[in-house]
């Protein structure tokens, strides 16, 4: 009887975390995006150029659009061989990896944001 | 022309890079990054600032000084095939000039030069950068206070690749450096340089400045 109700207590627990993680995960991916240094231009480029898919991204209206949004930016924009063409370029990506991992932060995937965060390394160790 | 200086005696090559250019990606260069808020595209301002350079240096160097601009027009061309054309005329001095943007807010001049490991000369071409930043940045601050100094930093950049350039570590003949002349996405900016009344000027001195930097590199490797 008392294992009875030691294993009842301990599903209860687990199914109440899981509710809990479920009700902190949920919100914050469907929370509305703010970025922090993708403020829209005073121009209005097309899609396909540097500004015109930085303003997309940064217009992004949730985490999860922005999520999808950055890794696209980053994948169309990032020089392939690591050599860019000036500050322009450097900085506006820069700002997008940064952006991306603080939507990953944000949906609770640390791991990810990490893995951005040390490919940035903003310490230059 | 007045006379010519000493370090002029043994006539030397100047290439400036007007960056940007054209429409669409070729080998690594876009063909514009920022825009201005009246609307005026970097690619036409690098070349119109190049093109300035390039009458104030011929004006002072005469047939000593060799200048080249590695385009004229509006055309693309690769990150390599600028530098090549520094190479193809064993020159000096490789300037490419470009214009930055990013929120509308920040404000300033920088230089760039290649880092080491990957630059044999990077102890002149910081050299060459402070050079042509001071001047630039001196010309800009006489106008407008609100600028910075933002001072030169290390990137990998294309442009200045030391093979496209010609520099080997046994013959590295080329200093090079790239200068962002301000944040053109900035309202003040726009008016400085673009719009306001006195913006053609204000070019002029700054390619005045840009040219006396270049000028003040050659003095010292005659």
């Known amino acids: ?125 | 022309m007045a006379a010519i200086p000493q370090f002029l005696i043994n006539p030397k090559t100047v290439v400036i890079d007007p960056g940007h250019g054209g429409a669409g990606h070729m080998g690594g260069s876009d063909g514009n990054h920022a825009v201005s808020p009246s609307g005026v595209l970097e690619k036409d301002m690098t070349l119109d600032l190049s093109q300035l350079v390039e009458a104030q240096l011929n004006n002072f160097g005469g047939n000593r000084l060799n200048v080249i601009l590695t385009r004229d027009n509006d055309v693309n061309l690769s990150l390599a095939a600028r530098a090549n054309v520094a190479r193809d005329n064993q020159a000096d001095i490789f300037v490419s000039i470009h214009f930055n943007g990013f929120n509308g807010a920040t404000r300033g001049v920088e230089a760039f030069v290649r880092p080491a490991p990957g630059n044999v000369n990077l102890a002149d071409d910081t050299a060459l950068a402070q050079r042509v930043l001071e001047a630039a940045f001196r010309a800009i601050h006489t106008r407008d206070a609100a600028t910075n100094n933002r001072g030169v930093k290390r990137m990998n950049l294309g442009v200045l690749d030391d093979t496209a350039l010609g520099n080997t570590p046994a013959n590295h003949p080329c200093r090079a450096c790239l200068i962002e002349v301000e944040f053109i996405d900035v309202p003040a900016v726009d008016a400085l340089l673009n719009t306001g009344p006195n913006a053609d000027q204000v070019r002029r001195e700054i390619a005045a400045a840009i040219k006396n930097g270049i000028l003040d590199d050659l003095a010292v490797h005659p």
């Open chain 1, 1 to 125: 009887m008392q294992i009875f109700r030691m294993v009842k207590a301990q599903t209860g627990f687990v199914l109440l975390a899981c509710m809990v993680l479920l009700a902190l995960q949920q919100p914050s991916a469907r929370r509305e995006y703010v970025p922090v240094f993708a403020k829209p231009s005073n121009t209005s480029e097309p899609r396909g150029t540097l500004q015109g898919d930085f303003d997309w991204a940064g217009r992004s209206s949730s985490l999860t659009e922005a999520a999808a949004r950055w890794q696209e930016f980053i994948r169309s924009h990032y020089p392939a061989n690591g050599e860019y063409e000036d500050d322009f370029e450097h900085s506006h990506v820069v700002a997008a990896q940064f952006e991306l991992m603080r939507v990953y932060y944000l949906r609770g995937q640390a791991e990810k944001g990490d893995e951005i965060l040390k490919k940035i390394n903003p310490l230059g160790l």
